[in-house]
C-alpha cells in the first residue's frame, strides 16, 4: 500500500488496474481499521485496487470538524475519483461505513455512469436529520445563533457547525432512494444504538424494485468489527457477480 496526497486529503492505495474499490469511513473515524483492512485484502486477492482516503478534519487529513458538511464530504469524495481517473481507474465499487455510507450513497447518485454498485456497512441514511432531532428547540436555537454545537460520542468528541444542518433538505433519503439502481448491499447489526436498523430497512423500502439486499445481522452493534471478515467476502461476491460491467 502506498500513502498519497490529493489536495487536502491524505489516503491509502493500492493500484492494480481499472476497476477500484473505495472504502469510506464513518464520521470520526479514519480510513485505517480492521473492516478497511479485511476489505483491503479481499481487493489483494482478487486483483483489484484498493482506496482508502482520510476525509478533511479526519485521521491524517487537515481540517476541522465544525466545517464538516454535506457537500464538503462529496466534494473529498470527487477529488479522490478523479484522483482515481489519472491512474487509470475507470469503474469503482464503493464500500461506506455509517456516515461514509451516506456520503458515498450520494457519491453513487452523482456517477451513476461510472460506480458499479454499493455496499453499506450500517448505513446512517439520516445523518443530517438525526444530529437536528436530537436536540431540544432551545439547543436549535442556540446551535443557529453561535453556529456550533458541542458533540461527544463514544468515539469522538468535537463541536459541529451549523453548516452541516443548514443543508439537510438537500440531502434526504426520501430524494436519495428516488431512482436509486445501483446494485447494492447493506449490513446492518439489530443491536445498532447510533444508526437504527429501520434507516436501512426505510431505504430498502423506498427504492425501485432493483437488486438491493439487506443482511441483518441479530448481536450487531454498530460498528460491527466482529462480522468484518463477513462484510468483506460481500464485498468480494458483489463485485465479483458485477464483473460483466467492469
Given at each position: 500500500?502506498?500513502?498519497?496526497?490529493?489536495?487536502?486529503?491524505?489516503?491509502?492505495?493500492?493500484?492494480?488496474?481499472?476497476?477500484?474499490?473505495?472504502?469510506?469511513?464513518?464520521?470520526?473515524?479514519?480510513?485505517?481499521?480492521?473492516?478497511?483492512?479485511?476489505?483491503?485484502?479481499?481487493?489483494?486477492?482478487?486483483?483489484?485496487?484498493?482506496a482508502a482516503f482520510d476525509f478533511r478534519?479526519?485521521?491524517?487529513?487537515?481540517?476541522?470538524?465544525?466545517?464538516?458538511?454535506?457537500?464538503?464530504?462529496?466534494?473529498?469524495?470527487?477529488?479522490?475519483?478523479?484522483?482515481?481517473?489519472?491512474?487509470?481507474?475507470?469503474?469503482?465499487?464503493?464500500?461506506?461505513?455509517?456516515?461514509?455510507?451516506?456520503?458515498?450513497?450520494?457519491?453513487?447518485?452523482?456517477?451513476p455512469e461510472s460506480v458499479v454498485g454499493?455496499?453499506?456497512?450500517?448505513?446512517?441514511f439520516h445523518f443530517l436529520d438525526r444530529?437536528?432531532?436530537?436536540?431540544?428547540?432551545?439547543?436549535?436555537?442556540?446551535?443557529?445563533?453561535?453556529?456550533?454545537?458541542?458533540?461527544?460520542?463514544?468515539?469522538?468528541?468535537?463541536?459541529?457547525?451549523?453548516?452541516?444542518?443548514?443543508?439537510?433538505?438537500?440531502?434526504?433519503?426520501?430524494?436519495?432512494?428516488?431512482?436509486?439502481?445501483?446494485?447494492?448491499?447493506?449490513?446492518?447489526?439489530?443491536?445498532?444504538?447510533?444508526?437504527?436498523?429501520?434507516?436501512?430497512?426505510?431505504?430498502?423500502?423506498?427504492?425501485?424494485?432493483?437488486?438491493?439486499?439487506?443482511?441483518?445481522?441479530?448481536?450487531?452493534?454498530?460498528?460491527?468489527?466482529?462480522?468484518?471478515?463477513?462484510?468483506?467476502?460481500?464485498?468480494?461476491?458483489?463485485?465479483?457477480?458485477?464483473?460483466?460491467?467492469?
Open positions: 500500500m502506498t500513502t498519497v496526497r490529493v489536495g487536502d486529503l491524505v489516503g491509502t492505495l493500492d493500484h492494480r488496474g481499472p476497476f477500484a474499490v473505495l472504502w469510506v469511513h464513518g464520521f470520526g473515524s479514519h480510513r485505517g481499521g480492521e473492516k478497511a483492512e479485511a476489505v483491503r485484502a479481499e481487493c489483494d486477492r482478487r486483483g483489484w485496487t484498493f478534519g479526519h485521521g491524517e487529513s487537515p481540517g476541522e470538524m465544525v466545517d464538516l458538511t454535506a457537500s464538503r464530504l462529496i466534494e473529498d469524495l470527487e477529488e479522490v475519483w478523479a484522483h482515481l481517473r489519472t491512474f487509470g481507474v475507470t469503474r469503482l465499487g464503493l464500500v461506506g461505513s455509517s456516515m461514509g455510507g451516506f456520503a458515498s450513497a450520494w457519491l453513487a447518485r452523482r456517477h454499493c455496499v453499506f456497512v450500517a448505513p446512517a444530529r437536528w432531532n436530537s436536540v431540544t428547540d432551545a439547543e436549535r436555537d442556540e446551535w443557529r445563533r453561535t453556529g456550533r454545537r458541542s458533540f461527544r460520542n463514544g468515539w469522538v468528541s468535537c463541536q459541529l457547525g451549523y453548516g452541516l444542518i443548514a443543508e439537510r433538505e438537500r440531502f434526504t433519503l426520501r430524494e436519495l432512494a428516488d431512482g436509486w439502481h445501483h446494485p447494492t448491499l447493506i449490513f446492518h447489526g439489530c443491536a445498532d444504538d447510533v444508526v437504527p436498523d429501520q434507516d436501512s430497512l426505510e431505504f430498502v423500502r423506498r427504492v425501485p424494485p432493483g437488486d438491493v439486499e439487506l443482511r441483518l445481522l441479530g448481536d450487531g452493534d454498530h460498528r460491527l468489527t466482529s462480522y468484518k471478515d463477513r462484510i468483506a467476502a460481500g464485498v468480494g461476491e458483489l463485485f465479483a457477480r458485477l464483473a460483466g460491467a467492469l
